[in-house]
């Protein structure tokens, strides 16, 4: 199987601007986490989506926002960016699904380095 | 609230030494473990986890780590790195019994390996 897939992988903005972000899940897999990864703060998690329905959320404002679509793709958008919103981004698929109970090993993509001058 | 403690920030060895990395985590339920490891350039690899059954969990590369639930903790072993193993390496864990996948990472152990 494909693992999970991001684009773009590189991404150059400027304060202000905004910007979308692509994640596909490894095919069987519905639910879908994103996380933040600096050096400062570590790995964060953003969010999870699945059946295109968030399912939960990180401490983050509310200019993160994401969304997932009827094949489990999913992208995430930050806007107004900031100059501390420069991180990689990682999504991550999993084949856990809610009311299941039991929570499966999650999948890295190998994210999207975003740059806010 | 969960949380996870890694308390090398940075571990240079030789090699051929041994490894050992030491993971903590705060919660009170059942909890799923994982050793996570980024190579220099690349992405997030699962190394290994504990779900259930035998505290002692062999990975990736000769990688192994041993749950002792007493103390909360879930230490990374190698008894021979390489020069490869230089990454760094994350532990996490997650609910067991939850709606969501939510994981929570430690701030990570950088490992340097000389050669």
């Known amino acids: 199987k494909a693992g999970v897939t991001q684009t773009p992988r590189y991404l150059i903005k400027t304060r202000g601007q905004q910007v979308t972000l692509s994640c596909s899940p490894i095919?069987?897999?519905?639910?879908v986490s994103w996380y933040q990864q600096t050096p400062g703060q570590g790995l964060q998690f953003l969010f999870e989506y699945f059946s295109e329905t968030q399912r939960n959320k990180g401490n983050f404002p509310g200019r993160f926002s994401g969304r997932q679509f009827s094949n489990s793709r999913s992208e995430m958008n930050v806007s107004t960016l900031e100059l501390g919103d420069s991180a990689l981004y990682l999504c991550a698929s999993s084949s856990t699904a809610p009311g299941q109970g039991v929570v499966d090993t999650q999948y890295f993509g190998p994210g999207t380095r975003l740059t806010v001058l | 609230a969960q949380s996870v403690s890694q308390h090398n920030h940075h571990v240079i060895l030789s090699e051929a030494a041994s490894l050992e990395l030491g993971c903590n985590y705060s919660y009170g339920g059942t909890v799923n473990l994982f050793w996570y490891v980024q190579y220099p350039g690349q992405h997030l690899q699962l190394l290994l986890k504990?779900?259930?059954?035998?505290?002692l969990v062999k990975g990736i590369k000769g990688f192994e780590a041993e749950f002792i639930k007493s103390k909360f903790s879930f230490n990374l072993r190698k008894p021979s790195v390489q020069w490869s193993d230089t990454a760094e390496y994350f532990c996490?864990?997650?609910?067991?019994?939850?709606?969501?996948?939510?994981?929570?990472f430690g701030s990570g152990t950088r490992l340097s390996i000389r050669p």
């Open positions: 504990y779900f259930s059954g035998d505290p």
């Open positions: 996490a864990v997650n609910a067991k019994y939850s709606s969501a996948s939510k994981i929570i």
């Open positions: 095919s069987g897999h519905r639910s």
